[in-house]
């Protein structure tokens, strides 16, 4: 099954808290973003966005630019319906991120939790790369959230890769510097835990 199909099948056919990656509110998420990137006028895209609510959360938060991507049109229509009017503040994108451009748009954080580990295909890896080195002005900020050294071998069926910071800096290389990262554990609503990496990045001025 290609990707996009798969992911519409996803959300086509299970409730929104029934997949293994929710979480009422992206808390660890959240904080960071805020710690990263505390002016509100801040330019934030939100990487395989899936139907989380952490766009609810920064709007709440009185972000002004903020945008949201994911493969699954099936997913971005029901968060624009979750978030009604307020849908209109944000800039929505559907598209395969290994694949995509955003054109002129510029971004000051970069946050993806729980997308950049499917991406088992260097060369997709290399293209996701090549995409943020395009998309996020220097001095900003790349936040990424990947299964750790521990965390599950597969996700939603499709294998995934495992990280440490070191390993996961590694995959960015020259241009980028690591500047933090955290292990949390994600509580699934299977009654599963499941380790999650962290890390966070500035792009060269």
Known sequence: M?????WENVYRTKDFDAVSWYAPHLGESLRLIRQLAPDKTAAVVDIGAGE????????HHHYLDLSVIDISVTAIDFSKQRLGAQAEQVGWHVGDITQYDFGSKKFDLWHDRAVFHFLTDPAARQAYIELVRRSVNPG??????????????????LDVVRYDAQS???EFGEGFSLQGDELTMHHTPMGTDQQFLYCWCRVSQ
């Open 52 to 59: 989380s609510t952490l766009v609810d959360d920064l709007l």
């Open 140 to 157: 900003g900020y790349v936040l990424m959230a990947t299964f750790g050294p521990n965390g599950p071998l597969k996700c939603s069926g």
């Open 2 to 6: 290609q990707t996009a199909e798969h």
């Open 168 to 170: 996961l800096h590694n």
